[in-house]
C-alpha cells in the first residue's frame, strides 16, 4: 500500500512561518510531479504550489513569493516553506504525486497522503 505522509502543521499567529514536510517509504519522490494542496472548511480542494522532476515551481498566486516548495531527492522529501502566513491560509494541506509531467488538477494526482492542518490564528 503507497504511504505518503505529511508533518508540520499546527497553529501559529498572522505573520509567522511554518514548514510543512511530505515523506514515502513507498513512492520515489524523483519519479513524480510532486505538489501541494490545501482544503478549507466548505471549501474545494486548492491547488498551492507545484515542483516538477525538472525543478521547476509553479504557485497559486494567493501564496506567491510568500511560499515556496522545494524537495530533497536523497530524502524523498517534499517540503513547503509558507511564510508571512494568514488566516485566509488556514485549511487541511495535502501532498501529492503525479504520473503526468504537468501540474493538473487534483484528479491528476494518484497518490496523496491524509493531510497536516494549517491554523493562522489573527
Known amino acids: 500500500q503507497v504511504q505518503v505522509v505529511e508533518s508540520g502543521g499546527g497553529l501559529v499567529q498572522a505573520g509567522g512561518s511554518l514548514r510543512l514536510s511530505c515523506v514515502s517509504s513507498?513512492?520515489?519522490?524523483?519519479?513524480?510531479?510532486m505538489a501541494w494542496f490545501r482544503q478549507a472548511p466548505g471549501k474545494g480542494r486548492e491547488r498551492v504550489s507545484c515542483?516538477?522532476?525538472?525543478?521547476?515551481?509553479l504557485y497559486a498566486d494567493s501564496v506567491k513569493d510568500r511560499f515556496t516548495i522545494s524537495r530533497d531527492n536523497a530524502k524523498n522529501t517534499l517540503y513547503l516553506q509558507m511564510n508571512s502566513l494568514e488566516p485566509d491560509d488556514t485549511a487541511m494541506y495535502y501532498c501529492?504525486?503525479?504520473?503526468?509531467?504537468?501540474?493538473?488538477?487534483?484528479?491528476?494526482?494518484?497518490?496523496w497522503g491524509q493531510g497536516t492542518q494549517v491554523t493562522v490564528s489573527s
Open positions: 515542483n516538477f522532476r525538472t525543478g521547476r515551481t
Open positions: 513507498s513512492l520515489t519522490f524523483d519519479d513524480y510531479t
Open positions: 501529492a504525486a503525479s504520473v503526468y509531467g504537468y501540474c493538473g488538477d487534483s484528479t491528476d494526482f494518484g497518490y
